[in-house]
């Protein structure tokens, strides 16, 4: 079976261009997470979205949105991107709304900002 | 702000011996959930131990949690240089996120 599959891998971007990054979940999860990774820190929550609405939002600029599709796979935008920006951009997808199980992560989205 | 946070940041050890990692957190849980990563790829979700449960087994490893000292430790035996790898707890507070500390760095030496 798939796992969640995040695109692309990596990029690079320069300072005030915008991004967009794409996840699927395992086929029947209904939620999608994000996290963002920054070099040397554990994971911190952007977003959670379950069947299609917004269910949750980390301490995160306006800069940063999300949506999540029918088929439930999802976007992260990000716009005026700041050096501060790069990270390693983590999906995670789960069978619940609330996190009473374990996340199932994707490879990740490493954003380099210069 | 992170809700755990891991010790020691980092381990050195020998194979065959086993590695102990120690997780504290502030608020009261619904769950814990250790993760293993591997140089900065995805999280593998390794065990959860629900706040009613005291200890938990897995293959090699051993998850204890001490509610009332707000703290957990994760323990590998018999260790394998494939244990390399850095090592999350993350706190379900019942709401719709995961609180991750910053991990312990775990170097299997052959």
């Known amino acids: 079976d798939a796992g969640v599959t995040q695109s692309p891998t990596h990029l690079i971007k320069t300072r005030g261009q915008h991004v967009t990054l794409r996840c699927s979940p395992i086929?029947?999860?209904?939620?999608v997470s994000w996290y963002q990774q920054v070099l040397g820190q554990g994971p911190q929550f952007i977003f959670q979205?379950?069947?299609?609405?917004?269910?949750g939002r980390g301490n995160f600029p306006d800069r940063f949105s999300a949506r999540q599709f029918p088929n439930y796979s999802s976007e992260l935008n990000v716009n005026a991107l700041l050096l501060g920006d790069s990270a390693l951009y983590l999906c995670?997808?789960?069978?619940?709304?609330?996190?009473?199980?374990?996340?199932?992560f994707g490879e990740g989205s490493r954003l380099t900002v210069l | 702000s992170q809700q755990g946070e891991e010790d020691p940041q980092a381990l050195s050890i020998q194979e065959g011996e086993n590695a102990t990692m120690n997780c504290s957190y502030k608020t009261s849980i619904n769950n814990l959930q250790w993760y293993r990563q591997n140089s900065g790829r995805g999280l593998v979700h390794l065990i959860l131990i629900r706040s009613n449960e005291r200890e938990k087994h897995s293959g090699r490893l051993r998850v204890t949690l001490d509610t009332s000292k707000k703290s957990s430790s994760l323990l590998i035996t018999a260790s394998r240089a494939a244990d390399t790898a850095s090592y999350f707890c993350?706190?379900?507070?019942?709401?719709?996120?995961?609180?991750f500390g910053a991990g312990t760095t775990v170097t299997v030496r052959a």
């Open positions: 979205y379950y069947e299609k609405e917004e269910r």
């Open positions: 086929s029947g999860h209904k939620s």
């Open positions: 993350a706190t379900d507070r019942n709401d719709y996120k995961l609180s």
């Open positions: 995670a997808s789960s069978l619940k709304q609330a996190n009473t199980g374990e996340l199932f």
